[in-house]
């Protein structure tokens, strides 16, 4: 009897100890490029090449993780990784790793965890929003259908897991409490705030779980497999506040920028209906009696399927006083991030996290 098992490959499950790159692989180091506020870690003459060479090591098992000897598998599941991203999480592991002895295999392999991670809900948060771009690409679902999206975001998790597994039973604990605070947010966003409840706070607890979770087990990875566990709770504090000022800001750029730079339709949310905190803020206000408020708000409220339209409620949200609100309200959050890094010892690694967080509310895309 044929074993049924060596008909497919077990991509992500014969990950070598020592992660190596190949030639073809090594040009990723020199391809690598920092997003806002990690810019001076490049010119820092140790930590650039750690970091750079790290991430290109990153890119390797991501790609090693999706691999498969079935045509449609290899190529819905290797969608996202090969559409790019900035890459964020994975680059904030790395960096605090650098808190204690640096960049090691395991501290890579945890990098891939989380960016697996945040891939597998990509697929299925654009199942949900019926999003047909995403990073300036066709979803999995335009190109092959929802099923195949959905079980193709399945798979990319359980590579994660895979990958947590070689970590040891504290990384699969941290993995799993973190995929189950992802899944409360979309729920709890799906669902909408209770009678009685703020539909503001109900908000932001919904980004912290959603989007700040992953953020923050991210700082916490980097600080555990990279020696400095004295560091992890005040990172985690770090990464969740962080998170819900990088979500705040990416809602507040969707509904202000000419152009969305990710790909994503600018108005993309406000057409499905998503609440966000400029949203939210309007309707408070047309609540309190804002004519303007009132105004912009019939619009938001009415039928956004043509681009006219959706570009007509878009620029009345912009012209209301709530997108600046919602603008200070992320900077809050993220002068909070900075002061939660006190505790951490002065030098570059603190720096670069003090100007990622001062980047997620400067940016303009």
Known sequence: MTDSKSNWTAAGHEVSDSIELNPETAALAAAINLPSGFAMLAEDPDFGPAISIGMAKVEKLLRDALANSDPLIDASSRHLVEAGGKRVRPLLVLLTSLLGHGVTDEVIKSAAIVELTHLATLYHDDVMDSAPLRRGAPTAHEVWGNSVAILAGDLI????????????????????????????????????????????????????????????????????????????????????????????????????SAKADSGKTPGTDLREGVPTLPILLLRQAADAGDEQAQAAVALVDSDLTSDE???????????????????????????????????????TVKQALISFADAVVTRDA
């Open 157 to 256: 998790f359980a590579r994660a897991s895979v990958y947590g597994a070689d970590l040891g039973p504290e990384a699969v604990m941290w993995q799993s409490r973190t995929f189950e605070r992802l899944c409360l947010g979309q729920l709890h966003e799906s669902i909408g705030p209770r009678e009685g409840d703020d539909a503001i706070e109900h908000h932001i607890q919904v980004i912290s779980d959603k989007t700040a979770s992953l953020l923050s087990t991210s700082g916490a990875f980097g600080a555990r497999f990279g020696g400095a566990p004295e560091f992890i709770d005040v990172l985690r504090e770090y990464g969740e506040k962080v998170g819900v000022a990088f979500q705040v800001a990416d809602d507040v750029i969707d509904l202000s």
């Open 309 to 347: 339209a959706l570009a007509e409620a878009v620029a009345a949200v912009g012209a209301h006083s709530a997108l600046h609100d919602a603008w200070k309200v992320a900077r809050q959050w993220a002068d909070s991030a900075i002061e939660a890094l006190a505790p951490l010892p002065e030098g």
